[in-house]
Each structure stands twice: as structure tokens, then as C-alpha cells.
């Protein structure tokens, strides 16, 4: 059974960065495309930024463009999502997801990811 475990949330300023990660174990973790979905209080999961399975492909919300940047080691089986210039709105609480089809492509529809980790919050003060 794919486990996938996030880390690195926290309290930050607005302007500020923080760096999440997720490890992965259990499962072929080079071989998925991954990505990262958030969710805000009274609000459904969104999809925030994936990439497939070989780094290549990657795709971003437009309200994160030019801010965060997805990336994987597959040695390391991690994720991770490096989140600049926060904002008050990024406040969330930010899971991992595993899509196992094979491809290497990347999906953002929710339904597509098979594996979903725990979550951290991340909250942004103004």
C-alpha cells in the first residue's frame, strides 16, 4: 500500500517561503505522477501545481504561477512544492497525491490521483 507523508507547513508572513514536502514508501513512487492540492476552511480541494513522473512535465494553478515550483527527487521517493511570495489566501491545509496511470503526463483533476497523504496546514498572516 502506496504511504504518502507531508512535512514543512507552518506559520509564515505574507511575502515569506516556505518548502513542502511528501515522501513516498510502499509503492513505485518513480513511476507516478504527483502532484499537490490544497484546502482552504468551507472550500473543496484544488488542484495546486503536478509533475510527471520523469520531472519534465509540469503544470501550474494560475494563481501560483511565478510563485511555486514543483519538483521530485525519485532517489529520495519525495515531493516537493517550494512556495514563494506567500499570500494570506494561500492559507490551507496542502496534501500530496499519487496518479498511477502510466504516462509520462501530468492530470489535475482530483479524481485522477489515487494515493493522497494526510496534509499539513500552511497559514499565511497578513
Known amino acids: 500500500q502506496v504511504q504518502l507523508v507531508e512535512s514543512g507547513g507552518g506559520l509564515v508572513q505574507a511575502g515569506g517561503s516556505l518548502r513542502l514536502s511528501c515522501v513516498g514508501s510502499g509503492g513505485t513512487f518513480s513511476s507516478y505522477a504527483m502532484g499537490w492540492f490544497r484546502q482552504a476552511p468551507g472550500k473543496e480541494r484544488e488542484f495546486v501545481a503536478a509533475v510527471s513522473w520523469s520531472g519534465r512535465n509540469t503544470y501550474y494553478a494560475d494563481f501560483v504561477k511565478g510563485r511555486f515550483v514543483i519538483s521530485r527527487d525519485n532517489a529520495k521517493n519525495t515531493l516537493y512544492l517550494q512556495m514563494n511570495s506567500l499570500k494570506p489566501e494561500d492559507t490551507a491545509v496542502y496534501y500530496c497525491?499519487?496518479?498511477?496511470?502510466?504516462?509520462?503526463?501530468?492530470?489535475?483533476?482530483?479524481?485522477?490521483?489515487?494515493?493522497w497523504g494526510q496534509g499539513t496546514q500552511v497559514t499565511v498572516s497578513s
Open positions: 497525491a499519487a496518479d498511477r496511470t502510466p504516462g509520462d503526463y501530468v492530470r489535475i483533476r482530483l479524481s485522477f490521483y489515487n494515493y
